[in-house]
């Protein structure tokens, strides 16, 4: 079992960055691939990010790559994202999640727990 806890998200404005933090309790957290996904108002969720179990891999979707960067120190049982050069279209509750296998992916449905989320705001 694995609890996560966003932090990190606040009101900024475009062309600003963030770095999200996703804090991890429960056992063996450095066996668990981790992915940042986010829910725009009123649309639905979408993968953002994916670090594998060791930090090795990691993968990005289109609409971020380029000005985020997704890394982890398990010594920490912390995942961060980094979102550099923000816009008004980031706006959105940002989540991560854990999945129980080692293996980066931006595929949700694989994903077993999942945090509360954090609130990004980006103001034009």
């Known amino acids: 079992q694995v609890q996560l806890v966003e932090s990190g998200g606040g009101l900024v404005q475009a062309g600003g960055s963030l770095r999200l933090t996703c804090a991890a309790t429960g056992r063996a957290f450095s066996n668990y691939a981790v992915g940042w996904f986010r829910q725009p108002p009123g649309k639905e969720r979408e993968s953002l990010a994916s670090i594998s179990a060791n930090g090795g891999a990691t993968f990005y979707a289109d609409s971020v790559k380029g000005r985020t960067t997704i890394s982890r120190d398990n010594a920490k049982n912390m995942v961060y994202l980094q979102m550099n050069s923000l816009k008004p279209e980031d706006t959105a509750v940002y989540y991560c999640?854990?999945?129980?296998?080692?293996?980066?992916?931006?595929?949700?449905?694989?994903?077993?727990?999942w945090g509360q989320g954090t609130q990004v705001t980006v103001s034009s």
């Open positions: 999640a854990a999945d129980s296998l080692p293996w980066a992916t931006l595929t949700e449905s694989i994903y077993d727990y």
